[in-house]
């Protein structure tokens, strides 16, 4: 017997394969040498003799190759494989190259979106398209068509013939939506060539060029409102039935209830109806003063007010008005002199709310100083908050007197979640009121079920050393309520029962909660909404020159990726892009928030919010 490798021949088919047979190694490595070459699996391998003096029949696992005197087998020797190989299968998950796919394909691969090119200061619309660019119920209502002729566009086209509606809202509108469908489509930047042409057509102020023939940097607020304004008169986005088609197709839920008094896509989408109340203030001073003198005097305060309003009371003005943005007012700039320092967005917004007017008091017969308190009455999907960082300064020392236009640096802090409760109008809080009363009470059961069962565990390893305690603790309960009685008693129990009537007579009644379920907060909005925003796109502006600088968006990824904390809080760290023109970078929302201001970098001017679920 040879402990050398002996060569064999194998057999396979119509295939002959020459092998090294090691006889110590044993059956299985020859099997596995086997399954190497022909695919066969170990378990349905056959090996029979050809040659004699090897072994009779079929060969099996527990065989011994050293039994064999393979010196007096004759050569070459050989063996015979039955067995069919394995069928070879391709990968589960199919791999694709890019370069193999569509061109709109291969953009929804891409790490990045695509940018738009810089045709001379247009990064003002290369911002804010960048912005809009996922908000889906607007591109929905800009695509959506009767038929593939463009019918939808078509009838802007009648609106115009018939109405005041300019002839440029077609080519405006077909064009942005084309501009969106080319950065869907593509990996490399794009250039919005036709629709910066269609812009300055409807906006000629911004073909406006400098002394050098080059076009003048123009403001990307002007911009946004110029767009939702044509947007709002393409026919495509007129009539109910054309708003619910791009809700429906967008996959967003709206009753034809919520679009009460809405007549297109843009005030349904951004529109905020504003409830304006103005109360007469040297009228309000009057009241108060007659009610201290009758306070004094022991007069009955209910038959002196009656007095008064029948005299010299005069009814507070309410007006309702739809505005497409929220303004956050900064001080420092225009109103300098003014005490209240605005640092942060629920500052500037509560201020830009609030104000004083001058108007003409029928009581009086003379003009008068109103304040006006602004609130909302209808709240919108996509919320958008313009930052006043400019403000024409007067110049009477200059020689032309003409004035110029400056920015505030200061900066003014957000975060990525905007609550809008506190200025909504009385109706509309009662609405958001249950949902946030639902939603805490939730987390209250939460956190108590959590705690309870940390205290069962505890109690179950304590033993009978809290039942003990428990009676103890009973026994000061008890001891406790009888000091509290003892000492409530006398005049306390007055006070008491006043208290207890003023808070029933606070209660909301069920005529109170009915009411609230018959306003609607606003079309479009999720279910059991709290009043809450989430950031999704800014625009930033960077220089300190009010008519030049330079604009850049900044917008949230579609797909997240793994969920982090900023640090020392409990927002998230989502994944953003960042749009310099053509230039697209990634980023997060720690760096989104530091667009604060004050210095020379990249600050916010414009916020756009989405309702939160």
């Known amino acids: 017997m040879s402990e050398e490798s002996i060569p ?19 059956v299985k490595a020859l099997k596995s040498n086997l399954y190497e070459k022909t695919q066969v699996p170990m378990e349905r391998m056959k090996l029979m003799p050809k040659s004699k003096g090897l072994w ?11 039994t064999v005197t393979f010196d007096k087998v004759k050569a070459p020797i050989t063996i015979l494989l039955m067995g069919s190989a394995e069928k070879l299968t391709g990968p589960k998950v199919k791999t694709i190259f890019v370069e193999d796919l569509k061109p709109e394909e291969a953009a929804q691969h891409a790490p990045e979106p695509s940018g738009l090119n810089n045709l001379g200061n247009t990064c003002y619309l290369n911002s804010v398209m960048q912005c809009l660019r996922n908000v889906k119920v607007f591109r ?53 060539t036709p629709f910066v042409m269609s812009t300055k057509m409807a906006f000629p102020q911004f ?15 002007e911009f946004l409102s110029g767009l939702l304004t044509l947007a709002g008169q393409g026919g495509q986005m007129q009539g109910k039935e054309n708003i619910m088609k791009a809700y429906k197709n967008a996959g967003v839920d709206v009753d034809e209830k919520e679009l009460v008094g809405v007549g297109n896509l843009v005030d349904a989408l951004f529109g905020i109806q504003m409830e304006e109340t103005y109360t007469c203030d040297e009228l309000e001073v009057m009241k108060n003063s007659e009610n201290d ?6 007069v009955d305060v209910d038959v002196a007010m009656a007095d008064a309003t029948s005299s010299s009371a005069e009814a507070a003005v309410v007006r309702h008005d739809l505005h497409r943005k929220l303004v956050c007012n900064i001080q420092g700039g225009s109103d300098s002199a003014s005490q209240t320092n605005v640092t942060h967005v629920m500052e500037g917004i509560a201020l830009a709310l609030n104000g004083k007017v001058e108007k003409h008091s029928e009581v009086l017969g003379r003009d008068a100083i109103w304040t006006r308190t602004q609130r909302m009455s209808r709240l919108p999907q996509i919320l958008a908050l ?40 009385a109706k509309v809080q009662k609405v958001l009121k249950k949902s946030r009363d639902k939603a805490l009470k939730e987390e209250e059961d939460r956190v108590t079920a959590k705690l309870m069962g940390a205290a ?27 000091a509290m009685d003892e000492e409530g008693a006398g005049d306390d129990d007055d006070d008491l029962k006043a208290a207890l009537a003023m808070s029933m007579a606070a209660a909301p009644t069920e005529d109170d909660t009915s009411d609230s379920e018959d306003v609607m907060v606003g079309p479009g909005l999720p279910k059991e909404f709290q009043g809450k925003y989430e950031l999704f796109a800014v625009v930033t502006h960077k220089g300190r020159d009010a008519d030049g600088g330079h604009y850049m968006g900044w917008v949230k990824a579609e797909e997240q990726g793994g969920g982090s904390k900023i640090a020392d809080t409990e927002e998230d760290n989502a994944d953003w892009f960042v749009f ?8 997060k929302t720690e760096d989104v928030l530091k667009l604060k201001g004050g210095g020379d970098w990249h600050m916010s001017y414009l916020n756009f919010y989405r309702a939160k679920k």
């Open 580 to 587: 310099d023109d053509d230039e697209v970078s990634p980023c």
């Open 386 to 425: 313009q930052f006043g960082r400019f403000y024409w300064k007067e110049t009477p020392d200059s020689q032309d007197h003409t004035g110029v236009k400056c920015k505030v640096m200061k900066p003014v802090a957000f975060n990525g979640e905007l609550d809008i409760y506190e200025f909504c109008s």
């Open 8 to 26: 064999i021949i194998v057999k396979w088919g119509k295939e002959t394969m020459s092998l090294s047979l090691t006889p110590s190694l044993g």
């Open 456 to 482: 069962k565990s505890g109690a179950d390893a304590d033993g009978g050393n809290d039942e003990k305690m428990g009676d103890n603790d009973e026994s000061e309960k008890k001891d406790a309520c009888m």
């Open 207 to 221: 073909a406006e060029t400098g002394a050098n023939g080059a076009p003048q940097q123009q403001d990307a607020e």
């Open 56 to 66: 009779r029949g079929l060969l099996k696992d527990d065989f011994d190759f050293t």
């Open 140 to 192: 929905q209502g800009l695509q959506q068509s009767d038929s593939n002729n463009n019918s939808g566009y078509a009838n802007a086209n009648a609106v115009a013939s018939n109405t005041n509606v300019p002839p440029s809202v077609a080519p405006f509108l077909r064009t942005m939506n084309s501009t969106f469908h080319s950065l869907d489509r593509s990996l490399d930047p794009v250039s919005p």
């Open 293 to 298: 003198k009758n306070d004094s005097a022991g």
